[in-house]
């Protein structure tokens, strides 16, 4: 069974650059990032895909050119680096993995999933 411990949440000015991490107790080749706000639905963020080498990204249209998503294989840790952050990004962000899951922002996709972390950013 795979585990994630998630870490980096914290509360930050707009404008301001927070980076997550969340490190797998095995090695999948998808992990993504979602995000879930009191009342609403849990959204993905980002994904991350690793085949041969080789890795493919995805982003929710709110968060392109402002998050980045990228894993460092050997120590199975991925990570979240989010610049410009607008008080709607306040949420608690989870960490998720599994195999390729065929389409990478639906929760019920993945099976592993970690506690999550708080992100506040105020204005």
């Known amino acids: 069974q795979v585990q994630l411990v998630e870490s980096g949440g914290d509360s930050v000015q707009a404008g301001g650059s927070l980076r997550l991490s969340c490190t797998t107790s095995a090695y999948t080749n998808f992990m993504g990032w979602f995000r879930q706000a009191p009342g609403k639905e849990r959204e993905g963020v980002a994904g991350?895909?690793?085949?041969?080498?080789?890795?493919?990204?995805y982003y929710a249209d709110s968060v392109k050119g402002r998050f980045f998503i990228s894993q460092d294989n050997a120590r199975n840790t991925v990570y979240l680096q989010m610049n410009s952050l607008k008080p709607e990004d306040t949420a608690m962000y989870y960490c998720?993995?599994?195999?390729?899951?065929?389409?990478?922002?639906?929760?019920?996709?993945?099976?592993?999933w970690g506690q999550g972390t708080q992100v506040t950013v105020s204005s």
């Open positions: 991350i895909y690793i085949s041969g080498g080789g890795g493919t990204t």
């Open positions: 998720a993995a599994d195999k390729y899951p065929g389409v990478w922002y639906k929760p019920q996709l993945y099976r592993y």
